[in-house]
């Protein structure tokens, strides 16, 4: 046998307080501040001077690719890098005809931002 207690009453007042916090995340930008063709007969050679910002200090990583005119990389380097801005030089090269230098910042919450150059 099952017994059922009654609802009590309850009296008194009382408040309850939501709050949301919408988290947006900037982009970072990169940018591709020289390029130094240092190629020879036998290699496409590119001495690439980066640098990336984000305003909400969580970049995670850099990333410089040369590509060919089909999209495939030829060759890249990745920089981890931290912080609200960060800078470098990579060298790329390849023995295929590169056609693009592509500079791709991303950040910790997966936002990125890229530039590129024709070579």
Same mark, same amino acid.
């Given at each position: $046998? ?8 309850? /009296? ?6 939501? &709050?949301?916090?919408? +988290?947006?995340? @900037?982009?970072?930008?990169? +940018? ?18 980066? &640098?990336?910002?984000?305003? !909400? ?5 850099? =990333? *410089?690719? $040369?590509?060919?005119? &089909?999209?495939? =990389?030829?060759? %890249? @380097?990745?920089? @981890? *890098?931290?912080? &609200?801005?960060? /800078?470098? =030089?990579?060298?790329?090269? /390849?023995? %295929?005809?590169?056609? !693009?230098? *592509? ?10 931002? /890229?530039? %590129?150059? +024709?070579?």
């Amino acid at each position: $046998m099952y017994r059922f207690a009654r609802p009590r009453r309850c /009296s008194g007042s009382g408040s309850t307080t939501v &709050s949301e916090t919408e +988290s947006t995340n @900037a982009a970072p930008t990169a +940018s591709i501040d020289a390029l130094n063709n240092k190629s020879n007969p036998r290699w496409d050679r590119f001495e690439v001077d980066w &640098s990336a910002a984000d305003e !909400d200090g969580n970049l995670d990583t850099v =990333v *410089v690719e $040369m590509l060919d005119s &089909s999209g495939t =990389v030829l060759d %890249s @380097a990745t920089n @981890a *890098v931290s912080g &609200s801005s960060a /800078s470098g =030089v990579d060298e790329l090269r /390849s023995k %295929s005809n590169g056609t !693009d230098i *592509v500079v791709t910042a991303t950040d910790t919450d997966g936002a990125s931002g /890229s530039d %590129s150059q +024709s070579i």
